[in-house]
């Protein structure tokens, strides 16, 4: 099964070619929609309700885009793919 970092890298791949940008909601609104399933099942294991899985999912998410070299971020907090990467 794929990660949210897998998921993530494969959609800024596909929509940042040419060192374009996008928004950090973008990315995550793409890793939802391809997790949403697996977080609902998280969220009824762990007795939580979704926005609090969400929620964690939103700071996890940035955590790993921070901390992996493969993506950069610009100084209006747009992010990319580090340039050679492929």
């Known amino acids: 099964m ?9 959609f800024v791949k ?9 928004a950090f909601n ?3 609104n793409n ?3 391809e ?7 998280e969220a009824a294991n762990k007795n939580l309700n979704y926005e609090t899985i969400q929620l964690n999912k939103i700071g996890e998410l ?6 992996d070299s ?6 209006e907090g747009l ?4 340039i050679g990467y492929k």
């Open 14 to 22: 596909e929509n940042c070619s040419n060192q374009n940008y996008i």
């Open 31 to 33: 890793v939802e929609s």
């Open 2 to 10: 794929k990660t949210m970092l897998d998921v993530a890298l494969a």
């Open 70 to 75: 493969r993506f950069v971020r610009n100084t």
């Open 79 to 82: 992010w990319s793919i580090k």
């Open 35 to 41: 997790l949403h399933e697996k977080w609902e099942i």
């Open 62 to 67: 940035y955590r790993l885009l921070t901390v």
């Open 26 to 28: 973008e990315i995550f």
